[in-house]
């Protein structure tokens, strides 16, 4: 008896091409992850990570790819390094791939910063001031590198020095959250008169904007504020204010976690009193030895602000997680609606003299916070002593943020 022989017949091609989508998509989350756990340093550093391994060794994209939407998340407010990740999954797998990528690479800072603000809380105050002794001034020395960093990037003409001065006066004597943003947005304004300035482009393309993703982010701007004032006197619902709070400001912050930083100190050290300068200035030490975005240090804030309320650690957990979904859902929401017309908009010469307004604005907040967090610190010569080797030692630029904060910690823990 004869048997017939059975050939399977290939898949169709587009089976095989979700197929190889979907496995693609698995080794990038998979780099995401790796990128996660090790790409200490901030957003300079996050770059240069990104290009070697996405670029150089998986050829996502190519490296002139890159620093456009480097320059694309510039514009946005946000967290420069988490947006420019999350766009590089969006043009590789579409949303889908774009939020599991945002999830990843925030997670284990996140994770790492909720567990610091649990242990500081559960602490003897006394036994936390003697650990972080010399975390908090060797924050103050980051904190004046960055603003060291950021001037000497940004500031270039007589309008930006200008602008970088008042701002950092204005936010030095008026400590209030509404003064910054509203400086910001100030800065941009200004220097918009100056776009005539700028290159023209023989041809443009004509604008086609998506206003979805805009429209998402504008409603839960306006409905988390509806849903905050009117729950302002129940404690209860502190979650849902927070949310507010913390969207608020991630909707707001140009030039990433450092120009975020006096933006939460005013707001939840100066004007709510949710945590005391020490314990601002310990988790901000901290969050220079974490891996990943420094917007994770939000988690820490959510965490301690939860104290209020009791409950326990199960309370303060869902307050990490409500400020983290609150700082990093904006930044996200507007990098998936303007990377649909990036294209587009990066001709108009407006849009790019607008930048330099921010960039100085940005560079002025950082100057202030330098002092802002200093003045609370014993006025010893230690103290001194610790931010100005911080800020050498980083000028230096021989050993990683995570080896001095690791090293301050140590200092804590023997002496």
Known sequence: METEEIQLAPPP?????????????????KDVAALGLTAFGGPQAHMAMMLRLLVDKRRYLTAAELLELTALCQILPGPTST???????????????????????????????????????YLDKDQVAHLVQYIQPIAVGFVAYSAYKISEKVIHTKTSVALMVAASMLAYRFQLPSVLPLLLIAGGVITTFRYRKMPVLEKKQPLNIEWANFALWLAVLVGAAILGHYTRSDQRMLPVRLFENFYRNGSLVFGGGQVLAPLLYAEFVEFKHYLTTQEFLSGL????????????????????????VGGGIGSQILGAVVAAAGIFMPGTLLIFFLIRFWDQLKQYRVVKA????INAVSAGLVCAATFLLYHPLPDTPVNLALVAATFLVLLWDKFPSYVIVLAGLAAGIIF
């Open 13 to 29: 091609r587009g089976t095989r091409g979700a197929r190889t989508k979907r496995v693609r998509g698995i080794i990038f989350l």
């Open 354 to 357: 607008s930048l330099e307004g």
């Open 83 to 121: 947006q420019t990740i999350t766009a590089i999954g969006y043009r590789l797998g579409g949303p889908n791939l774009a939020y599991l990528t945002v999830l990843v690479w925030m997670l284990p800072a996140v994770a790492l910063m909720t567990l610091a603000g649990l242990t500081i809380s």
């Open 285 to 308: 030490g901290l969050v220079q030895a974490m891996p990943g975005p420094n917007f994770s240090f939000a988690s820490y804030i959510g965490a301690l602000a939860m104290r209020q």
